[in-house]
């Protein structure tokens, strides 16, 4: 059995004012991958290809080990799809929602259903037309995860929630990952969602995969280091160096690539090292998108 949730392979899709380029995502059955940029990057067109809604121009496209689009009948079976803008019908009720799913999935899960009613806060009589935006969220992802879906995957599902109920939405599905051969694709341009629940990291800007790798990878790998140079000296960008901000004595140097050596040789030029910082994931994109834009324009 193919051991990937999602593989995507060489794929693009070109529209008149954006296209996606070569896109490589590999999703291994059983993580939790977070997709990460900013609006417009192409993370939507990205779902939409996985779930053969869009057909891509070229590359290849494989789901739960179902070619797509041409098998995507049988592999929607076992996608769990949410955004954040999805529509249910308002003039009917939560519970009429829950039945309506029921009928229709064969792996519906009654009993987690009502666990979820109550761990949401929500009421199956209410009619949706009432409800908040983070009550329509949460019972969109009821509808969704009592599917017991092998593959879910989240457009923006936190986007517009309060931190309370952003809290409740990611508890819930840091424990759906505890079931064995659950996979998850969260897209977000929130990185703390995705830090707090992604086990590896892919990063998207304008159409291209720019980084992807494990999460305490990145995490390990990235440090920036405070250095004081002595007056009139130029710091190079040593290897593993990203770049050099220096403002008269002091300088900034920013790498992709730590090792316990590096802060010596800063050293042997002169410089004195002041401190040597971790960088959060948002300071991580921030970097690589800039980095990669800096070498497009080049």
């Known amino acids: 059995m193919n051991h990937l949730a999602i593989d995507m392979a060489g794929v693009g899709k070109t529209y008149r004012f954006f296209s996606l380029e070569n ?12 997709l990460i940029g900013p609006n417009g990057a192409g993370k939507s067109t990205s779902i939409r290809i996985l779930l053969g809604l869009v057909h891509q ?11 797509m689009p041409a098998e995507q009948v049988a592999a929607k079976w076992d996608i769990g799809f949410a955004s954040e803008d999805m529509r249910l019908y308002e003039s009917q009720t939560l ?33 949706l037309k009432g409800i908040s935006h983070g009550q329509r969220v949460k019972s969109t992802l009821l509808l969704v995860l009592a599917r017991k879906p092998k ?25 759906v990952m505890r079931e064995e051969g659950r996979s998850v694709l969260f897209s977000s341009h929130n ?10 990291i892919t990063f998207i800007d304008r159409g291209r995969i720019i980084d992807s790798m494990d999460k305490e990878m990145f995490l390990d790998r990235w440090r920036r280091l405070r250095l004081e140079a002595p007056f009139g000296v130029t710091l190079p960008a040593l290897p593993g ?16 690539a730590f ?29 690589n998108v800039e980095r990669s834009r800096e070498e497009v324009e080049v």
């Open 151 to 175: 593959l879910l995957v989240l457009d923006e599902p936190t986007t517009g929630l309060d931190p309370v109920a952003r809290h409740e939405i990611l508890r819930e599905l840091t424990d």
């Open 57 to 67: 121009d070229h590359g290849d496209v494989c789901v739960l080990g179902h070619p």
């Open 23 to 34: 896109i490589e995502l590999k999703l291994p059955r059983g993580e939790i991958m977070g």
């Open 241 to 256: 160096v990203i770049g050099v901000r220096q403002e008269g004595r002091l300088a900034i140097a920013t790498t992709n």
């Open 259 to 287: 090792n316990p050596g590096l802060p010596h040789a800063y050293e042997q030029t002169g410089a004195r090292v002041q401190r040597i910082e971790n960088m959060t994931l948002e300071e991580i994109f921030v970097a």
């Open 95 to 127: 519970g009429w929602h829950m039945q309506w799913m029921q009928s229709i999935y064969r792996n519906w899960d009654g009993g987690y259903a009502q666990r979820l009613l109550k761990r949401f806060g929500l009421r199956a009589e209410q009619k």
């Open 191 to 200: 990185t703390q969602d995705v830090e707090q629940i992604s086990d590896r």
